[in-house]
């Protein structure tokens, strides 16, 4: 009776962790691909999960416009791709308990435990 309520677990799972893609900011321009300008300090926040903003905004600033057109002056100083995206981890968990019905079938009962 033991062996059937103490053996026969699995424990499985699956770690998955990638850092994140390279991206530009992008500023609404007459001129295509038109970026941002850093004007110094750190760009991403220092507690992104607390106000859920990953980039210090006070880190950049629009490039002047002309007055007659609203067209930029001149391309703004980041460069592309310079930011990162936050990285991010998953963890897949499962648990399954097997009985041996006989020596040709096998029944297993299976949790699984995602996360997104």
Not at 6 to 21: C, D, E, M, N, R
């Amino acid at each position: 009776m033991q062996r059937l309520t103490l053996g026969g677990w699995q424990l499985s799972g699956v770690y998955f962790a990638a850092t994140g893609g390279l991206f530009s900011i992008g500023s609404p321009s007459s001129i295509p691909g038109q970026r941002l300008d850093y004007v110094g300090g750190p760009v991403y926040a220092s507690t992104p999960r607390a106000n859920l903003f990953y980039l210090n905004w006070a880190a950049f600033a629009e490039v002047p416009q002309v007055t007659a057109s609203g067209a930029p002056i001149r391309p703004g100083n980041l460069g592309r791709n310079a930011l990162r995206l936050p990285g991010f981890w998953n963890l897949d968990l499962g648990l399954a308990k097997n009985f041996h019905i006989s020596e040709r079938y096998r029944l297993q009962i299976r949790g699984d435990l995602l996360t997104c």
